[in-house]
T-cell receptor, first 113, second 113 residues
Framework: GQQLNQSPQSMFIQEGEDVSMNCTSS?????WLWYKQDPGEGPVLLIA?????ELTSNGRLTAQFGITRKDSFLNISASIPSDVGIYFC?????????????FGQGTILTVHP | DTAVSQTPKYLVTQMGNDKSIKCEQN?????MYWYKQDSKKFLKIMFS???????INETVPNRFSPKSPDKAHLNLHINSLELGDSAVYFC????????????FGSGTRLTVV
């Protein structure tokens, strides 16, 4: 089946630093999504991408849909303590129906004040 | 007001027991899902229902039986619980053609002892 490789697995940064994480797939996707999961909660959608090359921002977050359709990245600028959590990429492949998403392994982000 | 609500939040039970987790969504979505998140935080889809019809069954043991009495509810019944069933189970819903509307519940932490 499809696999998503998300990296890095974890990051320890100082408040104010920028963060970058990415996902690569063994096959093409037609949708890329980025989620954040806080402790004890379900993942919450941050950004959705639908076209190759698309670059979308949501506040301090920016994500891009790779030109090859096999990768995506998420950047967080000027990190703050509340950015702590697990970030997941997810993708939907062509011909997949009923919202079936494949998730990456997650990036655990720790921000030191 | 909660969009996707699942109960209970925590469930501790002995091996061999049968238990159920309930999920309800008030978003008017036509598709609902169950995901399992293991101890490494990996999210994997288990089931998907579209308008009460089973669409996805991802090689889940038949001890797990989803039931959808209507399109706003998707319950998960687990028979003969095993230690390896311990995980966090997330319910989610979406409108099939709009993956950006994928909304997760806050999870049920199942511990089998």
């Amino acid at each position: 089946g499809q696999q998503l490789n998300q990296s890095p697995q974890s990051m320890f940064i100082q408040e104010g630093e920028d963060v970058s994480m990415n996902c690569t797939s063994s096959s093409i996707f037609n949708t890329w999504l980025w989620y954040k999961q806080d402790p004890g909660e379900g993942p919450v959608l941050l950004i959705a991408l639908y076209k190759a090359g698309e670059l979308t921002s949501n506040g301090r977050l920016t994500a891009q849909f790779g030109i090859t359709r096999k990768d995506s990245f998420l950047n967080i600028s000027a990190s703050i303590p509340s950015d702590v959590g697990i970030y997941f990429c997810a993708g939907r492949s062509p011909g997949t129906s009923y919202g079936k998403l494949t998730f990456g392994q997650g990036t655990i982000l720790t921000v030191h004040p | 007001d909660t969009a996707v609500s699942q109960t209970p939040k925590y469930l501790v039970t002995q091996m061999g027991n049968d238990k159920s987790i309930k999920c309800e969504q008030n978003l008017g979505h036509d598709t609902m899902y169950w995901y399992k998140q293991d101890s490494k935080k990996f999210l994997k889809i288990m089931f998907s229902y579209n308008n009460k019809e089973l669409i996805i069954n991802e090689t889940v043991p038949n001890r797990f039986s989803p039931k959808s009495p209507d399109k706003a509810h998707l319950n998960l019944h687990i028979n003969s619980l095993e230690l390896g069933d311990s995980a966090v189970y997330f319910c989610a819903s979406s409108q099939e053609q709009l993956p950006s509307g994928y909304t997760f519940g806050s999870g049920t932490r199942l511990t089998v002892v």
